[in-house]
């Protein structure tokens, strides 16, 4: 869960790629409004849900193996 104030505009045309709104609530979650001006297309406490770019270690290591294989393959 995340322990964050999530926001509850349900308005925002930002809100499915914003962390604040799409996080996973807790049992004890708190909600905020963030003054996002209504013209806006988000606020300034938006927080982008993309993953980073970078992989962890099991992933990096399954991508060499298909490498490899493909490699094979040529």
Same mark, same amino acid.
């Given at each position: 869960? +995340? &322990?964050? /104030?999530?926001?509850?505009?349900?308005?925002?045309?930002?809100?499915? /790629?914003?962390?604040?709104? /799409?996080?996973? +609530?807790?049992?004890?979650?708190?909600?905020?409004?963030?003054?996002?001006?209504?013209? +806006?297309?988000?606020?300034?406490?938006?927080?982008?849900?993309?993953?980073?770019?970078?992989? &962890? &270690? !099991?992933?990096?290591?399954?991508? =060499?193996?298909?490498? !490899? =294989?493909?490699?094979?393959?040529?």
């Amino acid at each position: 869960m +995340a &322990d964050i /104030t999530k926001c509850e505009d349900n308005l925002c045309p930002s809100k499915e /790629t914003c962390y604040r709104y /799409t996080a996973p +609530a807790s049992m004890y979650q708190s909600y905020g409004k963030f003054n996002r001006e209504e013209d +806006a297309f988000n606020c300034d406490m938006y927080w982008d849900n993309k993953p980073n770019d970078k992989i &962890d &270690d !099991k992933e990096f290591i399954e991508l =060499v193996e298909q490498l !490899k =294989v493909i490699n094979l393959k040529l």
